[in-house]
Protein backbone atom coordinates (compact mmCIF):
# COMPACT_ATOMS: atom_id res chain seq x y z
CA UNK A 1 0.00 0.00 0.00
CA UNK A 2 1.45 3.35 -0.81
CA UNK A 3 2.30 5.62 1.96
CA UNK A 4 3.26 9.18 1.63
CA UNK A 5 5.42 11.07 4.01
CA UNK A 6 5.76 15.17 3.65
CA UNK A 7 9.02 17.29 5.07
CA UNK A 8 9.58 20.59 4.79
CA UNK A 9 7.49 22.93 6.67
CA UNK A 10 8.69 25.64 9.08
CA UNK A 11 8.63 28.95 9.77
CA UNK A 12 9.74 31.31 6.92
CA UNK A 13 9.42 35.22 6.90
CA UNK A 14 6.92 36.75 3.84
CA UNK A 15 8.72 36.75 0.99
CA UNK A 16 11.01 33.97 1.66
CA UNK A 17 10.81 30.36 0.12
CA UNK A 18 10.34 26.64 1.22
CA UNK A 19 10.32 23.40 -0.49
CA UNK A 20 8.00 20.73 0.44
CA UNK A 21 8.83 17.25 -0.14
CA UNK A 22 6.25 13.92 -0.60
CA UNK A 23 8.25 10.73 -0.32
CA UNK A 24 6.21 7.93 -1.18
CA UNK A 25 6.95 3.97 -0.10
CA UNK A 26 5.44 0.92 -0.81
CA UNK A 27 4.77 1.53 -3.98
CA UNK A 28 6.35 3.05 -7.47
CA UNK A 29 5.16 7.17 -7.48
CA UNK A 30 5.21 6.86 -10.90
CA UNK A 31 1.71 5.21 -10.88
CA UNK A 32 -0.28 7.90 -9.65
CA UNK A 33 -0.90 11.54 -10.14
CA UNK A 34 0.60 13.67 -6.92
CA UNK A 35 -1.25 16.69 -5.67
CA UNK A 36 -0.67 19.36 -3.03
CA UNK A 37 -3.52 20.06 -0.88
CA UNK A 38 -3.57 22.76 2.38
CA UNK A 39 -5.56 23.59 4.94
CA UNK A 40 -5.44 26.85 7.25
CA UNK A 41 -6.75 27.06 10.45
CA UNK A 42 -10.62 27.59 10.40
CA UNK A 43 -10.88 27.68 6.43
CA UNK A 44 -11.61 24.67 4.19
CA UNK A 45 -8.85 22.31 2.33
CA UNK A 46 -8.18 23.85 -0.74
CA UNK A 47 -6.37 22.20 -3.68
CA UNK A 48 -2.68 23.84 -4.59
CA UNK A 49 -1.08 22.22 -7.04
CA UNK A 50 -1.25 18.89 -9.25
CA UNK A 51 1.24 16.64 -11.24
CA UNK A 52 0.74 14.04 -13.59
CA UNK A 53 2.68 10.76 -13.36
CA UNK A 54 4.90 11.55 -15.91
CA UNK A 55 5.49 15.19 -15.03
CA UNK A 56 4.43 16.21 -17.91
CA UNK A 57 1.07 17.83 -16.89
CA UNK A 58 0.61 20.34 -13.92
CA UNK A 59 -1.94 22.07 -12.65
CA UNK A 60 -2.07 25.04 -9.96
CA UNK A 61 -4.37 27.04 -7.66
CA UNK A 62 -4.46 31.03 -8.88
CA UNK A 63 -3.54 32.06 -5.61
CA UNK A 64 0.04 30.14 -6.15
CA UNK A 65 0.67 30.81 -10.25
CA UNK A 66 3.74 31.99 -10.59
CA UNK A 67 5.01 31.34 -6.91
CA UNK A 68 4.49 27.65 -6.46
CA UNK A 69 6.09 25.03 -8.25
CA UNK A 70 5.36 20.93 -8.69
CA UNK A 71 7.94 18.58 -10.01
CA UNK A 72 8.37 15.13 -8.89
CA UNK A 73 11.53 12.67 -9.27
CA UNK A 74 10.31 8.91 -9.98
CA UNK A 75 13.77 7.45 -9.81
CA UNK A 76 13.81 8.94 -5.79
CA UNK A 77 9.97 8.24 -5.64
CA UNK A 78 9.75 11.99 -4.38
CA UNK A 79 7.25 14.73 -5.62
CA UNK A 80 8.50 18.41 -4.61
CA UNK A 81 6.45 21.56 -4.18
CA UNK A 82 8.73 25.08 -4.24
CA UNK A 83 7.49 27.68 -2.36
CA UNK A 84 8.52 31.09 -3.35
CA UNK A 85 7.34 34.34 -2.64
CA UNK A 86 5.49 33.53 0.50
CA UNK A 87 2.66 35.16 2.05
CA UNK A 88 1.70 35.64 5.53
CA UNK A 89 -2.00 33.91 3.95
CA UNK A 90 0.18 30.83 2.90
CA UNK A 91 -0.10 29.71 6.17
CA UNK A 92 -0.94 26.11 6.53
CA UNK A 93 -0.53 22.33 6.90
CA UNK A 94 0.01 21.52 3.37
CA UNK A 95 -0.65 17.22 2.36
CA UNK A 96 0.03 15.85 -0.29
CA UNK A 97 -2.21 12.89 -1.81
CA UNK A 98 -2.23 10.40 -4.76
CA UNK A 99 -4.14 8.60 -6.95
CA UNK A 100 -4.01 6.71 -10.15
CA UNK A 101 -6.11 8.67 -12.17
CA UNK A 102 -5.02 11.79 -13.38
CA UNK A 103 -8.64 13.13 -14.05
CA UNK A 104 -9.70 12.47 -10.61
CA UNK A 105 -7.04 14.33 -9.09
CA UNK A 106 -7.98 17.00 -11.55
CA UNK A 107 -11.41 16.99 -9.99
CA UNK A 108 -10.26 16.63 -6.56
CA UNK A 109 -8.07 20.07 -6.74
CA UNK A 110 -11.99 21.96 -7.25
CA UNK A 111 -13.29 19.23 -4.54
CA UNK A 112 -11.25 19.51 -1.55
CA UNK A 113 -9.61 16.66 -2.32
CA UNK A 114 -12.44 14.59 -1.96
CA UNK A 115 -11.47 11.23 -4.76
CA UNK A 116 -7.74 11.01 -3.20
CA UNK A 117 -7.18 7.48 -2.47
CA UNK A 118 -4.09 8.19 -0.50
CA UNK A 119 -2.74 11.01 1.94
CA UNK A 120 -0.05 11.92 4.09
CA UNK A 121 -0.42 13.60 7.59
CA UNK A 122 0.72 16.98 6.33
CA UNK A 123 3.47 19.34 7.04
CA UNK A 124 3.18 22.87 8.95
CA UNK A 125 4.19 26.32 6.93
CA UNK A 126 4.05 29.10 8.85
CA UNK A 127 4.80 32.30 7.44
CA UNK A 128 5.46 35.16 9.75
CA UNK A 129 7.52 38.36 10.71
Known amino acids: QLQLVESGGGLVQPGGSLRLSCAASGSSLGYYAIAWFRQAPGKEREGVSL????????NYADSVKGRFTISRDNAKNTVYLQMNSLKPEDTAVYYC??????????????????????WGKGTLVTVSS
Open 51 to 58: IGQSGGRT
Open 97 to 118: AADWSFITANQAMARRGAGMNY
